[in-house]
């Protein structure tokens, strides 16, 4: 990925929580004696979605054989973008699409409410403009 300070919806940018870096070491195949690790890391993101701009909150994922030092190496690292971020909640202005639990839904609303209203600023405590 390539930090960009400046905000183009169609780069499909992401802001990230440096903090959040987590990794799983997994085994390739039970034997096989390769490992490589699951990494994993919070973020928010613009879409356009049927001409209305949303507010996302997920996660950003990839596989990488060797443990990053950091945040930012796991970012710098992460080559593939076809996947794009896991979605767990979506604000458009009036719905909200995601998770089923109350405060899982309060938490990010509490977060998308004002992303959305303030498009297309970084939201506190996110890094960004990262793109692939």
Excluded: N
């Excluded at 950003?60 to 710098?76: K, M, T």
């Excluded at 909640?89 to 998308?112: K, N, S």
Aim: charge should be neutral; proline fraction near 6%.
């Amino acid at each position: 990925m390539i930090r960009d300070p400046r905000f183009l919806i169609s780069q499909r940018p992401y802001a990230v929580d440096l903090t959040s870096l987590r990794f799983t070491l997994r085994e390739a195949m039970p034997g096989s004696g390769r490992v490589f690790y699951d990494c994993r890391i919070d973020a928010v993101w613009f879409r356009r979605r049927k001409g209305t701009t949303v507010a996302c909150i997920g996660t950003l994922w990839d596989l990488q054989d060797d443990r990053p030092a950091d945040a930012v190496q796991f970012l710098e690292r992460h080559a593939d973008g076809r996947y794009g971020g896991d979605c767990d909640g979506r604000w458009d202005g009036q719905r909200y699409w995601g998770a089923q639990e109350p405060d899982v839904i309060e938490r990010h609303l509490a977060l998308l409410r004002p992303m959305l209203d303030g498009y297309p600023a970084i939201p506190d405590g996110y890094d960004g403009w990262w793109r692939f």
